[in-house]
């Protein structure tokens, strides 16, 4: 999964080509030894003119072949200058039950003005190995850019924790998101309060791609935004909950407050009574029921986030996508004077799937919310959050105009990658051609779960990248290369065919002219 749609298409076209490429060559030499066979003495002139004729269309296909994937480089634009790097999160120290819903700053990233073109990660151990769902069920994992006064060094208690899926009542948070020491950089989206991060996903980060598509990437660190005296950093939130021993796996993923035993939150508000599960229950060293006699003891390990990051140096190649989360629970409504700015969005991030009254698989949870969009851009990429029970969701225009349809995969294994009943990666939207937005149009979320039995703290959340404008064509002819299409590929394919058609028609003509001239030769003597 962790390779571009690009390069994938680009290495079927490299190798179609150079199949090709060897054919051709194999010709020719069979076509030359054999007329070097039959040549008279003397100065007959055809077999020089045939081979020739033969050099100069291998030197077209040759010329050809080259041009194609010169241009098909052209069009998947920052391959050849993605770079790659592994890193290790701070140690999680997990114990059946426990939960670790930390923030760690100042994490190791790549450095300078960057391009971000995908981000990915999984849960593994102290040897490196992937840790199943079953045993370790990440919520989430979110990252988020932010400037700090150079000496001074953030910690956790510097914010609250109104980043990433977290959610807080308004007074909590940071209205302006800064203060005299650090500035968060959030994205480009909707919700005035949380949702902040670029990048994070939950259960199916294994199996979701992230990659944006050439020419895109997400621009970070430009020196030009910098705060005087700032530096640029970057901070993780992880939550992940051991479910070694639980009583009711499910239960403590989905952050049940009555297998938490808790009634106030980390804050020290109370929790109100209709509120079953999310969030609020499962906070940072909360504890979820395990089996009595389940020896917590000796089962202590330390966990780390295995994050792979790629990207481009930043130069004007480069496109700028900017990043949007949408949130099915957003509380916006349309009014008179509506700007659709984040200060009129308050985004509840969760909400509960209530179990439908009939029985049965027919039983589904349909969550719609209309949206305005504060800005004319192209949408490029698109993907949604669920968590189990998921059935998929949509993003669409007002008239019902389709855009995104992401679809949950759930494993059928007990292997990290393929936990039975969990969410193990969620389909990924890369339109051929870039679906243009307009400011002021409204966009149609729809979140649909299966209600057969209830489900708390569910999430449904569609990512989008959007960018303002499209890349300046390369060549002059834009229907011909179509960058990440099989037409690069079909073309391709066609126009060496016809070199090769031309280079057998030439070497037709050339032996029959030459079995011509050999019986003339034959009746002279």
């Not at 031309?502 to 032996?511: D, E, P």
Request: charge should be negative; include cysteine; hydrophobic fraction near 35%.
């Amino acid at each position: 999964k962790n390779l571009s749609p690009g390069w994938a298409l680009h290495t079927i076209h490299l190798r179609e080509r150079l199949f090709f490429l060897r054919y051709i060559d194999q010709s020719f030499n069979t076509l030359l030894k054999e007329r070097e066979n039959h040549r008279f003495s003397g100065n007959f002139r055809y077999p020089e003119i045939m081979a020739r004729y033969l050099g100069i269309s291998s030197s077209l296909a040759l010329l050809l072949i080259a041009l194609t994937i010169s241009l098909s480089h052209g069009f998947l634009g920052t391959e050849k200058k993605i770079k790659s790097a592994v890193f290790l999160s701070p140690k999680l120290v997990m114990n059946p039950g426990s939960v670790s819903n930390s923030f760690l700053f100042d994490i190791d990233f790549p450095e300078g003005h960057i391009g971000i073109k995908s981000f990915d990660a999984e849960v593994v151990d102290e040897s490196g190995n992937p840790v199943p769902l079953h045993e370790t069920y990440l919520h989430h994992w979110v990252v988020e850019p932010y400037y700090v006064r150079k000496g001074f060094k953030l910690s956790q208690p510097d914010m609250p924790k109104n980043h990433g899926f977290s959610k807080q009542d308004p007074e909590t948070n940071l209205a302006s998101s800064r203060s005299d020491n650090f500035v968060l950089a959030k994205n480009a989206g909707l919700c005035k309060n949380t949702l902040r991060h670029f990048f994070g996903l939950g259960s199916e980060t294994r199996k979701t791609s992230t990659y944006v598509p050439d020419p895109y990437a997400i621009e970070f660190d430009n020196p030009d935004e910098r705060p005087d005296g700032y530096e640029f950093k970057w901070l993780l939130n992880i939550h992940a909950i051991d479910t070694r021993g639980a009583v009711d796996k499910s239960g403590c993923t989905e952050c049940r407050c009555d297998l938490y035993n808790v009634t106030i939150d980390e804050y020290g508000r109370t929790i109100k009574p209709d509120y079953k599960g999310g969030l609020y229950c499962c906070y940072d060293k909360s504890q979820c029921l395990v089996r009595n006699g389940f020896d917590n003891g000796e089962k202590t390990r330390s966990l780390y986030l295995k994050y792979t990051v790629r990207w481009v140096d930043w130069d004007s190649s480069v496109v700028p996508a900017k990043a949007y989360i949408l949130d099915v629970t957003d509380s916006w409504e349309r009014s008179e004077g509506s700007t659709g700015d984040s200060q009129e969005h308050d985004c509840h991030v969760e909400y509960e799937v209530k179990p439908c009254k009939t029985n049965g698989d027919g039983c589904v949870d349909v969550k719609k919310k209309s949206l305005m969009m504060p800005f004319n851009g192209y949408i490029v990429y698109a993907v949604a959050h669920q968590h189990s029970g998921g059935l998929g969701a949509a993003l669409s225009r007002e008239d019902g105009e389709g855009i995104c349809t992401s679809m949950p995969k759930y494993g059928n294994g007990v292997e990290p990658g393929n936990e039975a009943g969990y969410i193990v990666g969620m389909s990924t939207c890369y339109p051929q051609e870039p679906v243009k937005v307009s400011y002021g149009e409204t966009l149609t979320l729809e979140f649909n779960y299966s209600s057969a039995i209830g489900h708390t703290g569910v999430m449904g959340l569609f990512y989008i990248l959007v960018a303002q404008q499209l890349p300046e064509p390369k060549i002059s002819l834009p229907a011909l290369f179509q960058a990440q299409t099989k037409s690069v590929s079909f073309l391709a394919f066609l126009a060496v065919m016809v070199v090769v058609g031309v280079v057998v028609l030439i070497a037709t003509v050339a032996y029959r002219r030459q079995d011509r001239e050999d019986g003339y030769q034959s009746l002279s003597t």
